[in-house]
């Protein structure tokens, strides 16, 4: 079957004749001397077919499934790496990336004779604008004027269906369906009609005027799979299911409802059309109908037969103006190797989102749709549409049209749609035909409706224009390589040949058969591509002329190529076969070619070639002086490449000793010749007793390492030795170095020449290539220890017996021997004498280097046994001598001195800081005796001071928790020097701060007043400015004793501090105001230019601000606790201070200190209103110099900022009197009952019984009642007598009178209310009583960290559960006890919620009590509740509450009682106090036993 969306095999492939416009490609097309002719491109082959290998495998599905909360993929353009520029010519080079390419992956193109067609029939039939179009093996295009063109593949005009004056009834054509044979089409118009054609003959069947609601057009009309069966929908976004029937005859059709619009408008519908390329006859598919629609909001998924069911929903989010989009496609998925499904893919989107969802049918009664991937877009959608399984178009909202890679989500090409000039069809929906009978979000995301102008075939996209159709198809592959071909871009397009090599390429066309022979193909086209590329780059497009740089950079830029894709395709014939002869014409292109050959030397891509390249390679090498770089090459080589006669004469010859070793290693298997041969070199040079060259070093140390490889059986400079030669080797090479006497030495040389040459070399690196080597297995086995043995022997003989050697190469070897005999269990022996003088040398005090290795290497020895044969007491005092403290700390810990570890731990410098540690270890340890301890402690006492100077904070921690001494006694023993002593008590604070706890005060350090008062004198004298803070936060000392200190050092804010904790307020407020006094001086001095100084003006009134801001709130504070005259003896002084400068200054130019003035004037004013009369105040400003001259306006701002401030308190004071006429009790009860509530669900209880009782027509007639009380008038009149009366007792006799003119029907309603008030007072009270219950906790310790409470260190929140369990907050989080319910997070217990699934207790310390909760809230928090954490008993106590609260309405009980006596004595029948079960509850409900 052909469907929509499916792709198609090359036999039911549209083969349309195609011509290309010239005038929309003229930008990019390459000129042609012969362009195609129209018999050409006619012919040409477009078709595709699904191929074999666009298989989704299910690991692949599962990858690219994205979480649509979590990740955020965005389908961008390629963000590949550029080639960056080529490095100068001498650095080294680096193999060059090239940048993924995919190529033109669509080909437009214009269908010429349909557009042709379209002129004509708009000219000569007045056919109009086309408005639709439908593919498949024909194509149908709808009209304005209501006729149908169906054109056949060749488009030639197969049926003009329809006429216009069907048109001018029925409208435009708006929808448009084939179905599956192509035998009948469906056309939905403007208006609403519906008609079915036979296309076999051209006739019309059918006239369907009432298959949806009349005055709706038709935006979709759909075929299914069945030829009877199709759907529709209109632009009141109702679907519909139309069955057509044909009884006795008569064609009929019957209609059902699938979708109103009433529920959402549906905007897009697209039936599921099962492949039958893909697809198999026992699909289970095969006998169900599945139907996609999408409305602004959601996705659904339904299935018509063999029943109608919803399968799946989705929410749909998005702007307004975009519209849903949908999108079908059958995808093979590979299960295993030999088995695969087809199962269909859903694409959904809106706006800038793609959903892709797999449908899995099992059975027609099991049917799943899952999640695949989430992709999002960086622009708008305007439609999606399948190409093939792997390749998705879309379009934007600015006619953009993107070719997307579904698995990668990577964009690999953007067209302009621009000169499409795209038709929309914003009229259908809108309903314009029908009157705009539409919903106003519909007619607005209808603005860029396409749905029936865009429409895909096989790898086909069709697009409707106002003139013409135009074909967007998928190129092949090598279509795609011969457009970049053709725009001589061979670069890209042998990288795009390359994708498709590596089967990396995406949306691939054309490229079939197995893996192998896909790479034989393309692999024959890029070797074609690179001939061509190297002809041309040789040839035409080779600069005629220029500088040999230029000539350079120009190959730099062609070798590169070649050289890659031959070795990606493995072809070094061609490499250096044809490429190379090409190339060897030009001597700069040779170089060239030679020089891009190392990096993939180097990078061991290239290890063979032709000996005549090689030979080539290193002359070309030698001749450019870099030698370097071919010794670098060389030994990356295979050997067989070599002309080892040349290589190895050219090595000799410039002394490049890697690739000498490695030539004769790998070349010859010989390890030994080469090293005899550079040793011997190496030896001439150090026999000379000159300074050694740079060369000679360098061969110095790479003989050290080859050494070092080849002992460990790793071959140099890189590699590994060959298995069956790694004994050999080693033996070898030991026997080499070791070997007494050579061929070319003389009886008068020394013996052990080798041996001899490196240790002068470098001493230490030769000895440390020894260690190494001594680890190795061969030096550790019963043949291995006489090696091991016989080398030390040698060094001795050499270096200790013989002379010519330093001092400091023989402490190495006496260094390196220490730690041989420590590590192999003194398997390596020496003489006493000699051991004796390998102790000396390590314990010299005179030599400073190499301190620590040197302590390392005794420490070693002595852990390992080695100097039990030395005496211990000399031992002791070389190691004392030579400040070896770790050595002194062993020895001393075998005698148990800790008193003189304590001492090592002191003079050792890199661990002085370890010092309280191990007085801790040893005070708080049970294995040491009562003498050890006090030894500890006494050394402790006696070097307190250093202690302190190392770490105050951790020296008074040692001496309040450990020592047992009193603090005073260690204050008088620290006398001596103060700063010590502030040092050690300020770490007493520090500790004493640290150690208590609000939980736990009692555990806090107690510090005498005496040594509280020493330390502030010290706080004094040596930081003068934490003296307020310190005093501010700390009480453990004495006033006065502290006040004389503070006086002493002139500390004027600690001591205005002390003197208002006194009492002294005036006192205080003096001394603030002096210091006040005398910086508002010299800033008025500073601003006259009188001052000398020349200080910041703006630096000086902001230190006048901070000291008035604190003169301030001292006034506050003890304005209230203070008579009249008090508080004006402190605010008008404060005022006249200011005032005084600004009379002062008031002339000066700099406004912006003037203003600043006053707005601190105004501050103190405001704040001064709270506690002086206003009167006083105005007649205290009135009388200032500063303020009573010149105009109103001057101060207008001043005075009615302070009569804002004052109207303001006047209503406070109002709102304060209304707030008391509430009962105090009352207020207080319900407060009381809130703060007693303290478990979560009780307090949910308590509300909704609260919310229940006062419903929201109770509440109304409670506010309609209280608002006719109190009238405008007395309102009014109220309010004056407040603003005229100051005095309290007057208020009292106005509000008295004022409850003595309420009426009877007031009298009645405050009746009412208390009662009310009452009855619920005494329902939650006894409510209360029977829910709260204490919180007991069942132990003092965390049942998670198992950590006590009291810990000193502990400052985390402490949480108690009903339960009895008891946690820190933090170790609930840790653990995942922290839940998150209606925005709040509810702690739940975590071993009960480990054994009571579902149950979630919750904490008094962090639900709020507070929060405003609307009805519906609550009851759904309460039904929660009730389901899962309210036991039994407590739901009946609470269901028993509410039935005795069950009473007759309030609001019928007030309105009952609002009407007149007469009302009433008419309808006593109907009164509800006339009800035999009226019941006023009045009182608690009765308390509910156990047994209940």
């Known amino acids: 079957m052909a ?45 595709a077919s699904i191929l074999e290998e666009d298989v989704i495998s299910i690991p692949s599905v599962v990858q690219n499934f994205k979480d649509s909360q979590s990740q955020d993929t965005s389908s961008l353009s390629s963000q590949d790496s550029s080639l960056t520029d080529r490095p100068a010519r001498h650095l080294k080079k680096k193999i060059r990336r090239q940048r993924a390419v995919h190529g033109s992956v669509l080909k437009p193109s214009k269908l010429q004779k349909i557009a042709a067609q379209l002129q004509s029939a708009a000219d000569k039939v007045d056919a109009g604008m086309p408005t639709a179009l439908t593919v498949s093996n024909l194509i149908a295009i709808g009209t304005s004027h209501g006729l149908v063109l169906v054109f056949d593949p060749q488009q030639v005009l197969k049926w003009c269906l329809g006429s216009t004056a069907v048109g001018s009834q029925y409208g435009a054509v708006s929808a448009l369906s084939f179905n599956n044979d192509c035998t009948r089409l469906l056309s939905g118009f403007a208006r609403g009609q519906i008609t079915m054609w036979d296309l076999t003959n051209g006739k019309l069947i059918r006239t369907i005027t009432d298959a949806h609601p009349p005055g709706t057009a038709v935006l979709h009309i759909k075929f299914t799979d069945s030829l009877v069966l199709a759907v529709c929908s209109d632009s009141g976004g109702s679907v519909f299911e139309l069955e057509f029937k044909r009884l006795i005859g008569k064609r009929t059709c019957e209609s059902r ?82 088995d695969r499904v087809v199962d269909p893919v859903l694409v959904f989107a809106r706006e800038s989102t793609i959903y892709f969802h797999q449908v899995v049918c099992r059975s027609a009664q099991d049917i799943k749709c899952t999640g695949l991937q989430k992709m999002t877009v960086p622009y708008k959608l305007l439609n999606v549409t399948w190409m093939n399984t792997r390749t998705l178009v879309t379009i934007d909202t600015t006619e953009k049209l993107h070719v997307i890679d579904v698995r990668s989500e990577e964009e690999l090409q953007i067209i302009d749609l621009t000169e499409v000039q795209m038709i929309y069809n914003t009229s259908f929906f809108k309903s314009l035909a029908t009157g705009g009978n539409v919903s106003q979000a519909l007619a607005y995301a209808g603005d860029h409706a396409c749905y029936q102008t865009i429409a895909s075939h096989g790898n086909q996209l069709f697009l409707l224009g106002t003139k013409a159709v135009h074909v967007y198809s998928v190129r092949t592959w090598k279509e795609r390589i011969d457009v970049l071909v053709q725009e001589g871009h ?105 020089e891009c050959l190392e990096p993939y030397i180097l990078d061991d891509r290239l290890t063979m070639m032709p000996p005549g390249v090689m030979k080539d390679f290193v002359t070309h090498y030698e001749q450019k002086g870099m030698l370097e770089s071919v010794e670098a090459c060389i030994v990356h080589m295979d050997v067989t490449s070599l002309d080892i006669h040349h290589v190895v004469l050219l090595c000799w010859s410039h002394g490049l000793y890697d690739a000498i070793l490695y030539v004769y290693n790998k070349g010859m298997l010989d390890y030994i010749t080469p090293l005899e041969e550079l040793l011997s070199t190496l030896r001439a040079a150090v026999d000379t007793g000159k300074q050694l060259s740079d060369q000679q070093i360098r061969l110095g140390n790479k003989l050290l390492v080859y050494i070092s490889c080849s002992l460990a059986g790793r071959a140099y400079p890189l590699g590994d030795i060959p298995d069956h030669l790694v004994t050999a080797v080693k033996q070898d090479v030991f026997k080499c170095l070791t070997c007494q006497r050579v061929k070319s030495q003389t009886s008068e040389e020394p013996d052990y020449p080798y041996l001899r040459t490196l240790i002068v070399f470098d001493t230490r690196e030769f000895l440390n290539v020894l260690s190494l080597a001594f680890e190795e297995d061969e030096f550790n086995t019963q043949e291995g220890i006489p090696k091991r043995q016989h080398i030390v022997d040698i060094l001795l003989r050499i270096m200790v017996e013989n002379v010519g050697f330093t001092p400091t190469q023989v402490g190495v070897l006496f260094t390196f021997l220490a730690r041989q005999m420590a590590r192999h269990e003194n398997t390596i022996t020496v003489n006493k004498l000699l051991f004796e003088q390998v102790l000396e040398f390590l314990c010299n005090p005179d030599d400073e280097s190499r301190h620590e290795e040197r302590q390392q290497a005794l420490l070693e020895l002595s852990h390992a046994g080695g100097l039990k044969q030395v005496d211990e007491e000399r031992f002791l005092y070389l190691t004392e001598r030579a400040k070896f403290y770790r050595v002194c700390e062993l020895l001393y810990e075998k005698r148990r001195q800790f008193d003189k570890i304590l001492l090592c731990y002191l003079r050792d410098y890199a661990r002085k800081y370890h010092a309280f540690t191990f007085i801790s270890s040893i005070l708080d340890s049970d294995l040491h005796s009562p003498q050890e301890k006090a030894s500890v402690q006494t050394e402790a006492l006696k070097h307190l001071q250093e202690l302190v100077s190392i770490d105050s904070k951790q020296a008074a921690k040692m001496v309040v928790s450990h020592l047992t001494v009193e603090l005073k006694d260690v204050v008088k023993q620290l006398q001596g020097d103060e700063r010590v002593l502030f040092q050690f008590l300020q770490g007493v604070m520090l500790y004493r701060d640290a150690s208590g706890s609000a939980i736990n005060p009692e555990s806090q350090v107690q510090v005498e007043a005496a040594i509280f008062e020493l330390y502030i004198d010290l706080l004094c004298r040596y930081r003068p400015a934490d003296v307020y803070t310190f005093i501010k936060v700390n009480d453990g000392y004495r006033l006065e004793q502290t006040l004389d200190i503070c006086r002493k050092h002139s500390l004027s804010e600690a001591t205005a501090y002390l003197l208002e904790k006194a009492g002294d307020v005036q006192g205080a407020f003096g001394i603030y105001l002096q210091t006040l006094s005398g ?99 105005l007649h205290k400003i009135m009388q200032d110099p500063a303020y009573n001259s010149g105009k109103f306006g001057e101060i207008r701002e001043l005075i009615l900022g302070m009569l804002e401030t004052y109207n303001y308190e006047q209503v406070n004071v109002y709102r304060t009197c209304l707030l008391e006429t509430y009962n105090y009790e009352q207020v207080k009860v319900y407060r009381t009952c809130l703060l007693e509530t303290t478990n979560y669900e009780q307090v949910n209880v308590y509300r909704t019984c609260l919310l229940e009782t006062y419903n929201y027509e109770q509440v109304n007639v409670y506010r309609t009642c209280l608002l006719e009380t109190y009238n405008y008038e007395q309102v009014n009149m109220y309010r004056r007598c407040l603003l005229e009366t100051y005095n309290y007792e007057q208020v009292n006799v106005y509000r008295t009178c004022l409850l003595e003119t309420y009426n009877y029907e007031q009298t009645l309603m405050i009746t009412c209310k208390n009662l009310l008030n009452h009855d619920i007072h005494q329902n939650l009270r006894s409510l209360t009583t029977i829910a709260t219950k204490g919180y007991i906790p069942r132990g003092d310790q965390c049942r998670i960290c198992v950590k006590k409470f009291i810990h000193p260190q502990d400052t985390d929140l402490v949480i108690v559960f009903r339960c009895g369990h008891t946690y820190h907050s933090s170790c609930l989080q ?34 709020s009590l507070s929060n405003p909760m609307s009805t519906h809230q609550l009851a759904v928090r309460t039904d929660k509740l009730r389901d899962g954490s309210q036991d039994p008993e407590h739901l009946q106590h609470v269901d028993a509450v509410r039935q005795a609260m069950r009473t007759p309405s309030r609001l019928g009980l007030l309105s009952e009682l609002s009407k007149s006596g007469s009302a009433r004595s008419k309808n006593l029948t109907s009164s509800v106090f006339q009800q035999d079960r009226f019941k006023l509850n009045l009182g608690a409900p009765c308390l509910f036993s156990a047994a209940k």
Request: glycine content about 6%.
């Open 1374 to 1407: 840790a653990v995942g006890s922290l839940h998150v319910l209606g925005g709040e997070d509810t702690y739940a217990c975590y071993l009960c919620s480990h054994t009571q699934r579902g149950q979630v207790q919750s904490t008094r310390f962090h639900r």
């Open 1079 to 1177: 910086k508002l001086k010299k800033l008025t001095e500073n601003l006259l230019g009188s001052s000398k100084e020349g200080k910041d003006a703006g630096g000086q009134f902001g230190e006048v601000e901070a000291v008035l801001l604190v003169i301030v709130q001292l006034c506050q504070r003890n304005s209230n606790k203070m008579d009249e005259p008090s508080r004006e003896a402190l605010w008008f002084p404060l005022l006249d201070a200011l005032m005084f400068p600004q009379r002062r200054i008031k002339d000066i130019d700099n406004k912006d200190i003037l203003t600043a003035f006053k707005q601190l004037t105004h501050h103190v004013l405001n704040n001064m209103m709270g506690h002086i009369a206003l009167p006083a105040i």
């Open 3 to 47: 469907t929509e969306g499916s792709e198609e095999t090359s036999t039911s492939e549209i083969n349309f004749d195609i011509e290309f416009d010239e005038s929309e490609f003229q930008s990019d097309l390459p000129v042609i001397s012969a362009p195609p002719t129209l018999e050409s491109i006619l012919n040409e082959d477009e078709t």
């Open 490 to 594: 061979y670069q890209d397009a042998l990288s795009l040949a390359k994708s498709f090599y590596d089967n990396k390429a995406k949306a691939v066309v054309g490229l079939t058969g197995g893996t192998v022979k896909k790479q034989e193909i393309v692999s024959d086209l890029i070797l074609e591509l690179l001939f061509e590329y190297v002809d041309l780059s040789m040839t035409q497009l080779c600069p005629d002329q220029g500088h040999i740089e230029e000539l350079e950079d120009y190959f730099m830029n062609i070798v590169p190529v070649c050289v890659e894709y031959c070795l990606h395709l493995v072809r070094l014939d061609i490499l250096f076969g044809r490429i190379y002869e090409r190339f060897s014409m030009d001597v700069i292109a040779m170089g060239t070619f030679l």
């Open 257 to 338: 409802c699938l979708f109103s619009g009433s529920r959402g408008e549906v905007c897009v519908i697209e039936p599921l059309h099962m492949n039958v390329n893909v697809t198999t006859k026992d699909h289970p598919m095969q006998d169900v109908s599945i139907l996609a629609m999408a409305s602004l909001s959601k996705v659904l998924l339904v299935t018509l037969s063999p029943q109608l069911k919803v399968v799946y929903t989705h929410p749909l989010t998005g702007s307004p103006s975009c519209l849903p989009l949908l999108a079908w496609q059958f995808v093979i998925i590979q299960v295993s190797d030999s």
